[in-house]
Each structure stands twice: as structure tokens, then as C-alpha cells.
């Protein structure tokens, strides 16, 4: 097995738990308060109409997907008047982008909190979260949702400026994990950029990937290559 020690790329990535839109996503991170960053969440209880508009968008997309996602739809989920909605945006994309930039900065702030206090466990969940063997018919329509929006970035200056934001903010997460560990001693020295990149570019094929596969019997063979290349790369004996 070859370990990582490349130049920390920051190859594409779109996080399960913001861009998936899941309501009940727990965090890939497990900061000193022991609670949960789950960005999603915020849009349950909206705090304004720009939310609720917001809200609704995500549930509709999640729906029926950004192909068919249209302003129309999106009013029949909006409980009040859908002349709010044009009064806001020009156009779905305006919605779908500023659902994703909210709910984007509500899991950074929230992951930046505290101090990584178990960095094994936050690794181990991410693993746990973004791996798991079995999904059900929604969390894999969600999955199919955000490959088509990732998809968006190929050709829309706004989709790929977005999308590089979230590369940001999700390697960098999995950084301070990996480098919480290197203080702590329960990781070996190592390069946590490269770390990170490994883990996002097995992220992102695995959201592909399911998003269009009949089965999941393939994801436990991956997970286990990926334990494999935590013990003999990452975590320290």
C-alpha cells in the first residue's frame, strides 16, 4: 500500500451532509462539546421567509430532482404566496445555489466550535457516515440529486465556484482531524492534506456511484480498503 504524502490537490467534493440535504445526517465531526454540526437542520425551523423559501427548495429538489425542479414546484411546497418567491430570485439556480451556500456556512461555523478532542472517533465517523453498507430509497435520491448538481459546476462559472468553496470547507474539516491526531500521538506522521484528499476523491466516487447503482454490495469491500489504508497510513500502533 502506498501512503500518502502528495501536495495536499484539492480534488472535487460535495459533502453527504450539507449538499445531500439530509435532515437526519449526523456530523462527520465530533468536536470538545460532544454535540452534532448537521447543517441541514437549520432548515426546519426557518427563521424567515428566505428560509422557508430555502427549505422548500431543498425538499423539492430532493423530490424531484434539479432536472425537473422548477419555480412551480417549488410554490407548491411554499406555504405562503409564490409571488415571494419571484420577488426574491430570478430563477430555480438562484434558489438551489443560495439553499447550498446557506447551508454550507451553517456547518462551517458549526464545525469550527471547538477542538477536536477524539480525533480517531471523528475520522472513524466519517467513515461510518459516508460508507455505510445500506441505504435506503431517499438517502439514495439524495445522492442523485447532488451528482446532478455537481454536475451543473462542468459548465456554470456560479455551480463551480460553489462547489470549490465546499472542497474547501470539507478537506480542510478532515485536515484538522488528521492533524488533531499528529498532536495527540494517536496518528502517525503523516501529510493530512494528502490524507484528505485521498478520503474526498473515495467520497465523491462513492456518491457517484451510488447514486446510480442497483446495489451496494461494493461499498463494504471499499470501506474495508479504506480502514486498510487508515491503520497502515494514519492511525499510530
Request: proline share 3%; net charge negative.
Amino acid at each position: 500500500m502506498v501512503c500518502t504524502t502528495g501536495t495536499g490537490h484539492r480534488p472535487p467534493l460535495e459533502a453527504v451532509a450539507v449538499a445531500s440535504g439530509r435532515q437526519d445526517e449526523s456530523a462527520i465531526d465530533r468536536r470538545a462539546d460532544g454535540g452534532a454540526s448537521m447543517a441541514p437542520e437549520i432548515l426546519e425551523n426557518p427563521s424567515n421567509t428566505r428560509e422557508e423559501i430555502m427549505g422548500a427548495t431543498l425538499a423539492t429538489l430532493l423530490e424531484h430532482g434539479y432536472a425537473d425542479l422548477t419555480i412551480d414546484k417549488i410554490g407548491d411546497e411554499f406555504a405562503k404566496s409564490q409571488s415571494l418567491i419571484y420577488h426574491h430570485y430570478d430563477g430555480k439556480d438562484d434558489l438551489v445555489l443560495e439553499t447550498l451556500e446557506f447551508m454550507l456556512e451553517a456547518f462551517r461555523t458549526k464545525s469550527i466550535e471547538g477542538p477536536v478532542e477524539e480525533p480517531r472517533d471523528a475520522l472513524e465517523e466519517v467513515v461510518d457516515q459516508l460508507f455505510e453498507r445500506s441505504i435506503d430509497d431517499d438517502e439514495r435520491q439524495s445522492m442523485a440529486a447532488l451528482f446532478e448538481l455537481r454536475a451543473q459546476a462542468t459548465h456554470d462559472e456560479a455551480y463551480r465556484s460553489h462547489f470549490n468553496r465546499s472542497d474547501d470547507v470539507f478537506e480542510d474539516l478532515i485536515v484538522d482531524i488528521v492533524e488533531a491526531g499528529i498532536d495527540r500521538g494517536v496518528f502517525q506522521p503523516c501529510n493530512p492534506e494528502g490524507v484528505a484528499a485521498t478520503l474526498i476523491t473515495m467520497i465523491n466516487g462513492t456518491i457517484m456511484r451510488r447514486s446510480t447503482s442497483e446495489d451496494d454490495e461494493w461499498v463494504g469491500d471499499v470501506r474495508e480498503e479504506i480502514e486498510s489504508y487508515l491503520e497502515a497510513c494514519v492511525y499510530a500502533e
